[in-house]
T-cell receptor, first 112, second 111 residues
Framework: EPEVTQTPSHQVTQMGQEVILRCVPI?????FYWYRQILGQKVEFLVS????????KSEIFDDQFSVERPDGSNFTLKIRSTKLEDSAMYFC??????????FGPGTRLTVL | GQQLNQSPQSMFIQEGEDVSMNCTSS?????WLWYKQDPGEGPVLLIA?????ELTSNGRLTAQFGITRKDSFLNISASIPSDVGIYFC???????????FGIGTKLQVIP
């Protein structure tokens, strides 16, 4: 069964450093999403992406965040200058028109 | 923003017991979703509900979309050890946009 994959599974970085989290959505999906989950809390929406542009973003998704679909298969989330409070699980999701979102296994980001 | 209140936040049950958890919202959703999350994994969709009053089953799981469109419940019958995990309710507005999650119900099953 097709699935969303994410790399790396765990990323440790120093505060102030840039990180890029990578996702490979399910191959025929057209809509892409990033969510985050701070330890012990609920999953929160960050951004949705369709047709090579952001379709919606939350207040969490400030100027430090950006997304890109650099080629036909990858979807990335970049955090320019990480803060301690960026430590969380980051989930990528994708969907087909007319279907629900499928989530990846997540990347655990630890900012020291 | 939209708020989802999910209860209970955690529960311990004996294997074989039935479980019920519910979710209420401060505003209307067009779609209610129930996800399960295992440790270190992403949320996995269990049931999707699209019409007010709809009752849908998936094996031992049954969920209903409340008639007011502001609530939903999930029942698990005859629980087994692999039901352990965190169950999230979630709502989605029209247009297949963002999913808003509840805080989750942590279920532990005692064999």
């Amino acid at each position: 069964e097709p699935e969303v994959t994410q790399t790396p599974s765990h990323q440790v970085t120093q505060m102030g450093q840039e990180v890029i989290l990578r996702c490979v959505p399910i191959s025929n999906h057209l809509y892409f999403y990033w969510y985050r989950q701070i330890l012990g809390q609920k999953v929160e929406f960050l951004v949705s992406f369709y047709n090579n542009e952001i379709s919606e973003k939350s207040e969490i998704f400030d100027d430090q965040f950006s997304v890109e679909r650099p080629d036909g298969s990858n979807f990335t989330l970049k955090i320019r200058s990480t803060k301690l409070e960026d430590s969380a699980m980051y989930f990528c999701a994708s969907r087909d028109p007319g279907d629900e979102q499928f989530f990846g296994p997540g990347t655990r980001l630890t900012v020291l | 923003g939209q708020q989802l209140n999910q209860s209970p936040q955690s529960m311990f049950i004996q294997e074989g017991e039935d479980v019920s958890m519910n979710c209420t919202s401060s505003s209307i959703f067009n779609t209610w979703l129930w996800y399960k999350q295992d440790p270190g994994e992403g949320p996995v969709l269990l049931i999707a509900l699209y019409k007010a009053g709809e009752l849908t089953s998936n094996g031992r799981l049954t969920a209903q979309f409340g008639i007011t469109r502001k609530d939903s419940f999930l029942n698990i019958s005859a629980s087994i050890p692999s039901d352990v995990g965190i169950y999230f309710c979630a709502g989605r507005d029209g247009g297949y946009q963002k999913v808003t999650f509840g805080i989750g119900t942590k279920l532990q099953v005692i064999p």
